[in-house]
């Protein structure tokens, strides 16, 4: 906690492990007993299509929330998961993890180039939340940091969690 306590935005901590290499976070938003961070780079791809694929579906329903919430979650150590804060999401879902919505894109990455992220040693596109234009569509961030949206079922597109962490003495 204490080391946490004194990291400003910007700087970045590991935890976790994706396939065999630990994550690296990055602060994104400090608050006076919490902060948000996500990870640098991709940590995996996948599609986010609900089984009833090309409908609409909400982060609720999202098969990328499941996995990040159940999965991904379990992977990490009893101390890691007692500074993770469950977070309101949309209004509908509690989560641990979460992918960012457009605005909290453009809030914490206004400028393209700050958007691009790695995975496997070169550029890759990146999932966000937020519904895309037509049913059946999510937003995603392209390789060049721009703002798009790709069918459910693309599963070569990233996975980029965010997460907030407690500041508190546990």
Same mark, same amino acid.
């Given at each position: 906690? =204490? %080391?946490f306590r004194n990291m400003v935005i910007g700087d970045t901590f590991m935890m976790g492990?994706?396939? +065999?290499?630990? &994550?690296?976070?990055?602060?994104?938003?400090?608050?006076?007993?919490? *902060? @948000?961070? &996500?990870?640098?780079?991709?940590? #995996?791809?996948?599609?986010? !299509? +609900?089984?009833?694929?090309?409908?609409?579906?909400?982060?609720?329903?999202? !098969?990328? #929330?499941t996995w990040l919430n159940t999965e991904f979650y379990e992977t990490l150590s009893n101390v890691q998961k007692s500074k993770i804060l469950l977070s309101?999401?949309?209004?509908?879902?509690?989560? !641990?993890?979460?992918?960012l919505s457009l605005? =909290?894109?453009?809030?914490y990455f206004p400028d393209t180039s700050s958007r691009i992220v790695q995975f496997k040693d070169k550029?890759? =596109?990146w999932w966000l %939340?937020? +519904?895309?234009?037509?049913?059946?569509? #999510? *937003?995603?961030?392209?390789?060049n940091g721009l703002i798009d949206d790709r069918s459910y079922d693309w599963s070569d597109?990233?996975?980029r969690p965010a997460v907030w @962490?407690?500041?508190d003495e546990q």
């Open positions: 906690t =204490e %080391r492990k994706a396939v +065999s290499h630990d &994550i690296e976070w990055q602060i994104i938003d400090k608050q006076e007993n919490k *902060m @948000l961070a &996500i990870t640098k780079d991709i940590i #995996n791809t996948q599609n986010c !299509y +609900s089984f009833d694929s090309h409908k609409a579906i909400n982060w609720e329903q999202n !098969y990328i #929330n309101k999401v949309d209004n509908i879902s509690n989560c !641990y993890f979460f992918l605005d =909290e894109l453009n809030k550029d890759c =596109e %939340r937020s +519904s895309g234009s037509e049913d059946g569509c #999510n *937003m995603i961030v392209t390789e597109i990233g996975v @962490l407690s500041l």
